[in-house]
Nanobody
Framework: QVRLVESGGGLVQAGDSLRLSCAAS????????MGWFRQAPGKEREFVAA????????YYADSVKGRFTISRDNAKNTVYLQMNSLKPEDTAVYYC??????????????????WGQGTQVTVSS
């Protein structure tokens, strides 16, 4: 069983930056891909970014490409989401997710096996 704990959310103004962290415990040997999703009020959960645990290849949603960067620190079992040039439409609860069975990066939530509790990101205009 893998436990994911997100941190780093908050209230910022448009144009500001935030870095989210997702710590996986107790071990990550079974994890193949880690991703970030977000869910705004009244909307479905949507894919944001993902990274292969081995190799580090990444994939982004078009809406965040060029503004967000996903990275990982294997030694710390942690994945990061650096969010720059934030917009009010980025406001959502951000969730970390882990896939333990596929090396294909999934953009649908059902492609992931473990989820964190979420962290709120609010961007004011």
């Amino acid at each position: 069983q893998v436990r994911l704990v997100e941190s780093g959310g908050g209230l910022v103004q448009a144009g500001d930056s935030l870095r989210l962290s997702c710590a996986a415990s107790p071990r990550t040997l079974s994890i193949t891909v880690m991703g970030w999703f977000r869910q705004a009020p009244g909307k479905e959960r949507e894919f944001v970014a993902a990274i292969r645990w081995s190799g580090g290849s990444t994939y982004y949603a078009d809406s965040v490409k060029g503004r967000f960067t996903i990275s990982r620190d294997n030694a710390k079992n942690t994945v990061y989401l650096q969010m720059n040039s934030l917009k009010p439409e980025d406001t959502a609860v951000y969730y970390c997710a882990a896939d333990k069975s596929s090396f294909t990066i999934a953009t649908m939530s059902h492609g992931y096996d473990y989820w964190g509790q979420g962290t709120q990101v609010t961007v004011s205009s």
